[in-house]
T-cell receptor
């Protein structure tokens, strides 16, 4: 079975600082996708970043980047220059072939002014 | 604009009543999903459908039912057999590379 673990239920960071959210997953698949989704107070799920397992290069999207360690099954999200609008729940997700998704329990991030 | 719509945003029902949550997408996606979200538990899969007229149970299907008669629509019925129906429900559709979410429906049963 696939599982996704987020070991940090809550985190906080000062505005303009950098924060890293952790995620580990367990799978026997070799080809899959990993995602970080953001859920702000509006509760709309927003895709932050996607990583394809067959790509060794870590994905980046502006202030967001990942550290993908395939052998360790680790997929952490780094947010640089944190902004107040980054305050949200962040979910790590795993997708294997045939569109089956698995989500972690989330990390609640608060950016402090 | 392409996207997923869920209606209504807030729904209130009396205990013992069945209620149907709407989910419509115009993204031309084959796969659609229903998730339940409770505090501290992330997203739990209720049902998913890979194609019209076919669907599979997820991890917490008991007390729920779905249909997939059209590609665009994947309604979820919360039956009176669901013991704790009060929750936030998210509908999603996906390509092979990404999942897209609707805005959600908050269901309160009293």
């Amino acid at each position: 079975a696939q599982t996704v673990t987020q070991s940090q239920p809550e985190m906080s960071v000062q505005e303009a600082e950098t924060v890293t959210l952790s995620c580990t997953y367990d799978t026997s698949e070799n080809n899959y996708y990993l995602f970080w989704y953001k859920q702000p107070p509006s509760r709309q799920m927003i895709l932050v970043i996607r990583q394809e397992a067959y790509k060794q290069q870590n994905a980046t999207e502006n202030r967001f980047s990942v550290n993908f360690q395939k052998a360790a099954k680790s997929f952490s999200l780094k947010i640089s220059d944190s902004q107040l609008g980054d305050t949200a729940m962040y979910f790590c997700a795993f997708m294997k072939i045939r569109n089956q998704f698995y989500f972690g329990t989330g990390t609640s991030l608060t950016v402090i002014p | 604009d392409g996207g997923i719509t869920q209606s209504p945003k807030y729904l209130f029902r009396k205990e013992g009543q069945n209620v149907t949550l709407s989910c419509e997408q115009n993204l031309n996606h084959d796969a659609m999903y229903w998730y339940r979200q409770d505090p501290g538990q992330g997203l739990r899969l209720i049902y998913y459908s890979q194609i019209v007229n076919d669907f599979q149970k997820g991890d917490i299907a008991e007390g729920y039912s779905v249909s997939r008669e059209k590609k665009e629509s994947f309604p979820l019925t919360v039956t009176s057999a669901q013991k704790n129906p009060t929750a936030f429900y998210l509908c999603a559709s996906s390509t092979p590379k990404e999942q897209y979410f609707g805005p959600g429906t908050r269901l309160t049963v009293t």
